[in-house]
């Protein structure tokens, strides 16, 4: 499946977000492509989008690198996470963490494209995971949009 661009990717993944999923939830988006496909669903659900901040550092060779800041408080939320998708997994397990420590009670990551080969892993860091389409082979990102800018 390709999505036109990550607004069309946001709409369709919107369809999928149940009343029971996003109940009284923040809703926080992985810039930057995150941001584009979160703001459909954010109209769809008729609320706002904080960004996480998420940042590439060069720590070690041991370490993913990444860092991740929460920017609002979730102690005792659910949480949405929306992204434009999952390619390895690495951004998305550090945001389970950061979100996780920040005090969240349920943790949903929301994304168009989701490898079944990395859903496993993340269906242990995360309560819930929604893929509009889950491809049985991991692809750049880019593969699943017409546009992806």
Known sequence: MRFVDLADGGRRLAELLT???VADA????VPPGGVRVAAPVADALGTDVPHL???RLVVSRT???VSVEVPVDVTGRRVVVVDDGVETGTAARAVAVAVREAGAAYLVLAVPVC???VEADLRQRYDVVIAVTRPLVRRSLRWHYETFA
């Open 19 to 21: 009343p029971e999923v």
């Open 26 to 29: 923040v809703l926080l988006a």
């Open 53 to 55: 901040v998420v940042s």
């Open 63 to 65: 370490d993913d690198g």
């Open 115 to 117: 490898p079944r080969e």
